[in-house]
């Protein structure tokens, strides 16, 4: 399904798991079992700061301790953070995004917005073929993988990557916004965190579709 010519186009690209993608590319025996990226791997008071497909399986979750995710999965393998190198990928990630359009945002180390409305027409006016090409690319050149949302606005952007299988692209229209956003929990919702989300659930709203109604 094609964005109509008159909507802004707006991507939003997630790295999957970021860190532990990194790990991965460089050492792929990795992959091979489960593995999180966390703070002092030596202190079980540490944090999981990501994690791999195989310890996400586990129930492994990122900003839990150590000893919890272990307690989950006790052969789960542990890599110190290395920030210094994840800033390169970071860096030479965005600059593959820079080819597609000069408005790109950084929403953090892992994450950008790309502004497609002006330039699309110069990588054919498709939206979707866009989007797998530069997923493409990420995974051929950069050796990590990159989930894309596509829509008219950063909120529906995000919660496309957000919502979308690793390695993927979901895109939200106009007219399809309902049938994907609606049903999914308030909290998908940037900017909802727990507290906002506990005291909507008190007035009965448990989805997006509670709140716009």
Known sequence: MAMQKKDRIIFHCDNNGFYASVEES????LKKVPMA????PESRRGIILAKNELAKAKGVKTAETIWQAQRKCPNLVLRPARHPLYQQYCENINAI???YS???ERGGID????EMTGCLHLFGGDALTAANEIRERIHREIGV???VGISWNKIFAKLGSDTA???AVQMITMENYKQVVWTKPVSALLMVGKST???LRALNIETIGDLAN
């Open 26 to 29: 460089l050492y792929p025996e």
């Open 37 to 40: 990226v966390c703070g002092d």
């Open 97 to 99: 995004y820079q080819q």
């Open 102 to 104: 000069p408005q790109v």
């Open 111 to 114: 994450e950008s917005f790309i």
């Open 145 to 147: 993988t990159i989930s």
């Open 165 to 167: 299988p690793s390695n």
């Open 197 to 199: 989300q506990e005291r």
